[in-house]
């Protein structure tokens, strides 16, 4: 059974950073597909970094130059630095990974719980 669980988390103020850390177990984020999406309550979930199945990177263009997203394949744990955080960055942050479909398609399978992210002005 997927297990990702998300940490990193938390309120800062407008400028500053947070790191979130994705750890999977159950899956190795080596392969296929792997992101972090975003979503406010009663909101649709918003993709902001995907890692695609042929290692191409896709950002959200409100966070390009801010966001990075990384994995590392032997902790087997998924990262999303985020840098000059705005307040409408604030949001529930998810780990998710998936299934390469396509070149560039992901169907995406499993979902950590997410963690919150809060930026005040």
């Known amino acids: 059974q997927v297990q990702l669980v998300e940490s990193g988390g938390g309120s800062v103020q407008s400028g500053g950073s947070l790191r979130l850390s994705c750890a999977a177990s159950?899956?190795?984020?080596?392969?296929?597909?792997v992101g972090w999406w975003r979503q406010a309550q009663g909101k649709e979930r918003l993709y902001v970094a995907i890692?695609?199945?042929?290692?191409?990177?896709l950002y959200r263009d409100s966070v390009k130059g801010r966001f990075t997203i990384s994995r590392d394949n032997v902790e087997n744990t998924l990262s999303l630095q985020m840098n000059t955080l705005k307040p409408d960055d604030t949001d529930q942050y998810y780990c998710a990974a998936g299934t390469a479909v396509s070149a560039t398609g992901c169907q995406w399978q499993h979902w950590g719980r997410g963690t919150q992210v809060t930026v005040s002005s």
């Open positions: 159950g899956y190795m984020f080596s392969s296929g597909c």
């Open positions: 890692i695609r199945g042929d290692g191409g990177i």
